[in-house]
């Protein structure tokens, strides 16, 4: 996720085209906005819940929506405006999150080359939800 950090030069999200801040970028994007919807919705959606509502409002890849379409439409889904909000702020702007911070709210402790849970941690209960089977 650290290739997805802004580099020097960049402008945010919409206007930078490297693979890597593509594609870790928005997993960044998705990771935030899924930690920020289910700490604002107590547990009861996800990002996951956001992407099946545009699913099923659009009729799937088909459908060719503007992107603040799909973000509302989303948002409408979980009653937050996690997805408009986030995007307002990274699409232009090169945003910096602290990870290791969100790591370690997680209960997400590097561990020698692999990583240790605790459940210990404040945001441990959106982990174990974004971990979960549907």
Do not use: N
């Amino acid at each position: 996720m650290p290739r997805g950090m802004p580099q020097p030069d960049d402008r945010g999200l919409d206007h930078t085209h490297t693979w890597g801040r593509t594609y870790w970028g928005g997993a960044m994007f998705c990771l935030l906005a899924d930690v920020e919807i289910r700490r604002q919705s107590h547990q009861r959606f996800g990002l996951q819940d956001a992407l099946r509502a545009v699913a099923r409002a659009s009729g799937g890849l088909a459908a060719d929506w503007p992107i603040e379409r799909v973000l509302h439409t989303g948002d409408g889904a979980v009653g937050t405006t996690t997805l408009e909000d986030l995007y307002a702020q990274m699409k232009d702007t090169p945003v910096t999150p602290d990870l290791m911070k969100l790591w370690q709210q997680l209960g997400i402790q590097p561990e020698g080359s692999s990583v240790r849970l605790s459940d210990s941690a404040p945001l441990a209960d959106v982990r174990r939800a974004i971990m979960r089977a549907p």
